[in-house]
């Protein structure tokens, strides 16, 4: 994914339904670049939801929860 398709995820991230799972790159978009996409891929802050074998991602919900402070981050 490039940079300019992260930044289209990140810009319809209000349309996402709960359920949906966007990758590293648009969750540190959303996060505003609190938290860096190796921190994401080595101690994530929530929970990783598997995608496929080698692809992780970050449920939309999750990150909305996060953001509004209803759930603590994972300890690292």
Avoid: C, H, W
Wanted: overall charge positive; cysteine-free.
């Amino acid at each position: 994914m490039t940079a300019d398709d992260a930044l289209n995820a990140a810009s319809n991230f209000d349309r996402l339904p709960e359920d949906a799972v966007v990758n590293a790159k648009t969750a540190v978009i959303i996060l505003g670049g609190a938290v860096s996409e190796r921190t994401l891929r080595r101690a994530p802050p929530i929970t990783r939801r598997k995608i496929s074998q080698r692809r992780y991602g970050f449920r939309v919900g999750d990150l909305r929860a996060l953001i509004r402070g209803e759930i603590q981050p994972n300890a690292a």
